[in-house]
């Protein structure tokens, strides 16, 4: 051979040497990645035939995606379906252009060609696997299985975006190929895509996270993510789609680009819609149904601020029943449908949720209420919007209205007592004479509850367990750890729902019925307490039992406490009754003679809910009391703009001085704050109670938080 000859083949050689490389490693891969279904014969076929294709599409002046499609498809064909080779061929097929220095889009024409072609014969493979499923075919399902093992994530994300579109992207986020799916679900042409930026496609309505998800895949801290999202469509119209983006990355495990696939899920997506409206809306006005309503109310009770108001407005339609009996059912729905329209135009505006809890029955939630005032306002424009008559057919119907209104502070009560107490205001508004609004009264509103309850339900409510008793603790404001739990009792009322002690105590010990049910809590709250010792130890907090004034007088309670404290087998340490200052009138009274007993045998006492009563201070000194509970309303005050907060705290102060004087621990009462807690530790008071340390809880609840306590100190001493 002559030298021109000679140097002529060297040419050859380094003209061939980027191909012999991408052949080499192309090799490399479809023998590495088939599953053992194929013949070395076979492989190498598949090979040489693919390897030829690719070569076709890339030498073609532009870029020929059928050759590069057609080999994508015989992947498919021959089995090469895990997500992981499609990753790898489309970064071989990449730096197969830059190895000929191309700097034109021909290296992300070519791999988009290929996952094109692979992704459609994926899918006419998959809709042929799913009629074969479709027809009970066992083997395929197996298939899928072990496809799933291998690789769930990635697989899900290929297998349903076979049949959809698919974008190929870069780590600035530029959209460099999409197929024409893809292009068809924007309603745009792949090439009006190309070019474009991912974060062009931001919607309002995107999932919260999605684009931090996003960031994470393109820096390679996730290798993909799902969601469902909206993208705007070029003729302006909404697209849903099903979207799993999956990170592509080179041979050093560096990322270097991004594979999205979208399915349209718009049908999906509305009828989801529709589905979840018919499911919270009342199907006869449109408004917010009775299980909407109680979602929306009891997502306001979900960590509240602690100054946070809200209000209800009950309202019940008056004379409905004759106007339905009289006219028929379809008119009856036309004056509801009517009286619908004119609440959701007069307080809906204001931001205020209006709904239907059945029959002619209606509610409006007022979120964030700045005051009975306001609330007293949304009643009076609820009866103005009903005073004009309404036409229902040939008739023209005056219907007006009762509402009951309750204004609380959220940290007060709980969605059920809420509901209860406004429907309860509301029917004394009724029989006030209809036609106007009512607002709560809590003492009126006890006393319903507790007349009705108590006379119709409670001597037998005992015999069949409808009671049962929460524990509230009560913690140490020198470190927060928990010290005692007070016993409270509910009654699980089959027709009222849950009632808190305080709507039915004070009407039980008018009728006498206190004393059993006090006996009953007191075991309860041992028997409790009994277990918490000998399952903690020295972690087990004091129990405190409120005493009502009817026990204290009642000669039969010490043999009752000194009855239960031996058959529970509870230390008297840890068991402290909560008496009221009425329970003690003199120092002749017979109670301080019950009291003392109580003492002697080791059980301490603390006085309940100080500086409500009138009682003489001197009697406090001649207690055998060891503890002094701050009632509620002094610190819950300090909530209150329209008080005097300054002269508050001086109250306050002036308990705690007091009470340290004659050697009492001090509880503070409803604290719902970090920033009152730390007030009150300077101030010198010992222990708190109140939500910001915890609502009362079920006993499971209280083990649980003990148990933490513990580990927590264990894990510290070593």
Known sequence: MNASAHASASEDDGDREPADRFCEAWGDLLRSAHDGT????????LVNRTTVLLNLARTSEPVDPGPASEAGAMLVHAHYTDPATLARAVELLLDHGA???????????????????????????????QESIRLAADTARRGAERALRDSEARFRALFEGAAIGIGIGDLEGRILQVNPALGELFGARPEDLQGSRVDDLVHPDDTPGVWDAYGELVSGKREHFQVDKPYYRQDGEVVWTHLTVSLIRDEDGAPRYQVAMLEDITDRSRLQERLRHQATHDPLTGLPNRAAFFDRLERLFEAPDPAARFALCYVDLDGFKVINDSLGHEAGDQLLAAVAGRLSAALVPMGHLVARLGGDEFVVLLENCSGEQEAVAVAKTVLGALAGPVLVGDHRLSVGASVGVLERRVATTTPMAAVRAADLTLYRAKEQGRGRWMLYDPRHNARAVSRYAVSVRMPVALDRGEFFVDYQPLCALSDGSLVAVEALVRWRHPQLGVLGPEEFVATAEETGLIMPLGRWVLEQACGQAAEWARRFGPAAPQVNVNLA??????AGLVPDVARILRSTGLDPALLQLEITESAVVGRDDESLQVLNSLVAMGVSLAVDDFGTGWSNLAYLRDLPVSGLKIAGPFVADLHDPERDEALGWRIVGAVVSLAHTLGLTVTAEEVESEQHAERLRQMGCDWAQGWYFGRP???REISRRIAAAVAATDGYSG
């Not at 194929?38 to 076929?45: I, K, P």
């Open 38 to 45: 194929l013949t070395s014969g076979t492989t190498r076929r």
């Open 99 to 129: 190895d000929h220095g191309a700097d034109d889009g021909r290296g992300p024409a070519l791999a988009g060609a290929f996952a094109a072609g692979w992704a459609m014969a994926l899918r006419e493979r998959t809709l042929r696997e």
């Open 549 to 554: 004034v009817r026990q204290t007088r009642n």
């Open 697 to 699: 809880e079920r006993p």
